[in-house]
């Protein structure tokens, strides 16, 4: 097991260092000389432990808090260590799910480590934007000037490639979503019921092309500047998840499932009695 840890821990730092790192070191690039920042006094870089701050520096300064980072999240990742070697190790149950027709060994030893490396790929790029977002605000590169927002083509199109990285591990969160209907125990059936099926599973796959379809419109951003369509895009996206996954299955469960309950439900929990004998 001491192996397992040592190799996961290395392979999460590893990735996060590459992913901060070359994030930091884009961001230095992106920064205004440094004598000519607001730090500088009679046109010197600002000094810092008695010494001017070089660009050189500030980077090695980055590479430094880019692996600090890397060590925090490769210790949580690394502590996933389990999931992994039920992962690797894992054997077919030989029963398989009435929806999907996966064995039961993909729900109890496969799953939780792919929702890991989804949540470990969603926390980087969250991560890695609001330390970006803040570092911006922070040298003034982001900023608002006569009530607009202001900020370089070069600056949106740094933010801009994070956010499509967080959208694509938002997207592979709502596919694996639709397992995690078999694990659901909030209705009339443990597993997946009525509204499950009919609604919930049909909008998440409407929410996973709603993100790759904002992904898009952001990656198009990078290279033309629409911000009217990027707004509409965002606007859209938002009236997409909250109508799709919030109010369509409540208001489906309350009007049309609870008063049928029983004839509505009971194929499905007729399969779950199947399914768990």
């Known amino acids: 097991t001491l192996g397992v840890r040592v190799l996961l821990f290395a392979a999460a730092f590893a990735v996060a260092f590459a992913y901060f790192g070359g994030n930091f070191y884009a961001f230095t690039k992106q920064m205004p000389p440094l004598w000519a920042s ?48 039920r992962y690797t190790n894992g054997t077919a149950y030989g029963m398989a799910d009435p929806l999907f027709g996966l064995d039961v060994s993909f729900y109890l030893l496969e799953l939780p480590f792919i929702q890991t490396l989804q949540s470990g790929l969603v926390g980087l790029a969250f991560l890695g934007l609001l330390v970006l977002v803040a570092a911006y605000v922070f040298v003034g590169e982001i900023g608002v000037s006569n009530g607009r927002l202001r900020i370089r083509p070069s600056v949106a199109r740094h933010l801009g490639v994070n956010v499509v990285v967080l959208l694509l591990g938002w997207a592979w969160g709502f596919y694996l979503d639709r397992f995690e209907l078999m694990l659901s125990g909030g209705g009339a059936v443990y597993g997946a019921g009525y509204t499950d099926v009919n609604v919930v599973l049909p ?44 109010v369509a299955p409540m208001v489906v469960n309350q009007v049309y499932v609870e008063p049928n309950e029983l004839e509505l439900e009971r194929p499905y929990l007729e399969r779950n009695i199947e399914f768990t004998r």
């Open 38 to 85: 607001r730090w500088a006094r009679e046109g010197e870089p600002p000094h810092v432990g008695g010494r001017p701050l070089t660009r050189e520096r500030l980077l090695r300064f980055a590479w430094v808090f880019a692996g600090l980072i890397a060590l925090l999240f490769a210790s949580g990742f690394a502590s996933r260590w389990e999931a992994l070697i």
């Open 203 to 246: 909008v998440l796959w409407v929410a996973i092309a709603a993100t790759l379809g904002l992904a898009g419109i952001v990656a198009y951003n990078l290279f033309s500047y629409q911000l009217r369509l990027l707004l509409y895009g965002l606007a859209l996206y938002v009236v997409v998840l909250i109508g799709g996954l919030v």
